[in-house]
């Protein structure tokens, strides 16, 4: 009776850890995924997000909308396992094909170590923008010297900056996979107020205005620029302002 009972326990503790592996599968390591992590974009229609890596077994727990980004941290069959914003903060959940979302030429990285990040590659010419905690998800979008360009969850959604190198581990994929960046592509005259972005969306948030100068052209994308300006203080910022907004002039 003792042998069967511990066979029975046995046989519990390897079902906990098959039930574990299973509920959360970026343990399990790299060879069991595509190479399809990094930055996506829901389109059309609002994407749901469920709780389950198995669709049918699941319940659909929040929706991502449409144009509102998120990370992909891993794929399973037909089911990626994402981060994505809400207001209590990053949270996980599952996405599947079928459902429409753009994903990107981007890559995963888990952040190693308590960072502040900031609105460029320097920590003394660019003002500090915030931070990103050890264990916390980014999606990789360029590099820069030693620097990579993330964009990240928050409570007050989707944000970008530039976060130290050593700062962040690459998941599934290879450091010169991912884009360089920084590249000065023009000049703008900015005379009016225009409001700057977290991204290139209205659905990154608001977080200033720039006026009555000129700024660098260092991106275009969808119908933003990404310009770097100064500030009061000497330091420099980066962010998206929309182009209809520059043109309106």
């Keep these: ?38 930055l996506a974009k829901a389109v059309f229609d609002n994407l749901p997000v469920y709780d389950s890596s198995i669709q049918s077994e ?40 079928g459902f429409m979302f753009d994903t990107y030429s981007t890559c995963m990285g888990i952040v190693t170590s308590y960072s502040s990040v900031y609105y460029g590659p320097d920590t003394t010419t660019y003002e500090r923008s915030g931070s990103v905690n050890s264990g916390e998800y980014v999606a990789i979008l360029a590099s820069e010297s030693n620097w990579y360009f993330i ?21 599934y994929a290879e450091d010169s ?26 659905l990154y948030s608001v977080y200033g205005s720039v006026s009555n100068q000129k700024a660098d052209l260092l991106k275009v994308e969808d119908d933003f620029y990404y310009i770097r300006y100064s500030l009061n203080s000497g330091k420099l910022k980066t962010g998206y302002i929309a182009i209809s907004d520059y043109n309106a002039q």
């Excluded at 390897?14 to 995924?33: D, E, H, M, Q, R």
């Excluded at 069959?77 to 209590?88: H, P, Q, V």
């Excluded at 996979?177 to 209205?202: A, D, W």
């Design 177 to 202: 996979n991912i884009p360089l960046f920084g590249n000065v592509c023009g000049e703008l005259t900015i005379s009016s107020k225009i409001n700057v972005r977290q991204g290139p969306s209205t």
């Design 1 to 38: 009776m003792k042998k069967n009972h511990a066979k029975f326990r046995y046989f519990k503790v390897v079902l906990a850890l098959l039930l574990l592996l299973s509920t959360f599968p970026f343990l399990i390591g790299n060879a069991a995924y595509n190479n399809c992590c990094g």
């Design 58 to 97: 699941g319940n659909i727990k929040d929706y991502i909308f449409p144009n509102e980004t998120f990370t992909i941290l891993c794929k399973d069959g037909n089911s990626y396992f994402i981060s994505y914003s809400t207001a209590n903060g990053p949270t996980l959940g599952y996405v599947f094909t």
């Design 151 to 171: 964009e990240y969850d928050t409570s007050n959604g989707r944000k970008r900056a530039y976060v130290p190198a050593q700062n962040v581990s690459i998941q």
